[in-house]
T-cell receptor, first 113, second 113 residues
Framework: GENVEQHPSTLSVQEGDSAVIKCTYS??????FPWYKQELGKRPQLIID?????GEKKDQRIAVTLNKTAKHFSLHITETQPEDSAVYFC????????????FGTGTRLTIIP | NAGVTQTPKFRILKIGQSMTLQCTQD?????MYWYRQDPGMGLKLIYY???????DKGEVPNGYNVSRSTTEDFPLRLELAAPSQTSVYFC????????????FGPGTRLTVT
């Protein structure tokens, strides 16, 4: 089955700086890669996703890039703000996998004011 | 639209007791999932369902059972609770094939002592 590795496990950045979180996946057939944000005590919520036919996607201050050859994808957050502090999870799903997601282990992002 | 709802929010069980975690979605989604999230860890899939009457095991099914008699409901049954089942349990759902985005419920925090 699919295996997703996520790095780093913790990340602290100064407010206003950029943050980058990286994930690698094992199944070259995987075709959907979402990123979820989980604030303390809350449910995970989708913040951005990318499909395998696209190399990059942006939504205001967040962007995701995908390198299918290397089987890795990254989340980029620019101009970080205190409300970006949370745990971020990447995930991957292969086609015909009953829409199942395999999650990474998460990155705890702390924005230092 | 309430989305995905879960009950109870919190529960303390004694070792050997049983309970059912309830999950309901009102989005007419075919696919539903149960995850557990241990402290500081990612989400692990327990069971999933692709439609009423159809369920299948995920990554960590031991000690749990599920049923799916309707599109809306997907209860998770814990039999003979053990301390290793102390966790936060999230139910999620997604729509038709190819949609992929999973909507999570608010979670149930379970402690087994």
């Amino acid at each position: 089955g699919e295996n997703v590795e996520q790095h780093p496990s913790t990340l602290s950045v100064q407010e206003g700086d950029s943050a980058v979180i990286k994930c690698t996946y094992s199944d070259s057939a995987s075709n959907y890669f979402p990123w979820y944000k989980q604030e303390l005590g809350k449910r995970p919520q989708l913040i951005i996703d990318i499909r395998s036919n696209v190399g990059e996607k942006k939504d205001q201050r967040i962007a995701v890039t995908l390198n299918k050859t290397a089987k890795h994808f990254s989340l980029h957050i620019t101009e970080t703000q205190p409300e970006d502090s949370a745990v971020y999870f990447c995930a991957a799903t292969p086609p015909f996998g009953n829409e199942k997601l395999t999650f990474g282990t998460g990155t705890r992002l702390t924005i230092i004011p | 639209n309430a989305g995905v709802t879960q009950t109870p929010k919190f529960r303390i069980l004694k070792i050997g007791q049983s309970m059912t975690l309830q999950c309901t979605q009102d989005m007419n989604h075919n696919y539903m999932y149960w995850y557990r999230q241990d402290p500081g860890m990612g989400l692990k899939l327990i069971y999933y369902s692709v439609g009423a009457g159809i369920t299948d095991k995920g990554e960590v099914p031991n000690g749990y059972n599920v049923s799916r008699s309707t599109t809306e409901d997907f209860p998770l049954r814990l039999e003979l609770a053990a301390p290793s089942q102390t966790s936060v349990y999230f139910c999620a759902s997604t729509g038709t094939s190819g949609t992929y985005e999973q909507y999570f419920g608010p979670g149930t925090r379970l402690t087994v002592t």
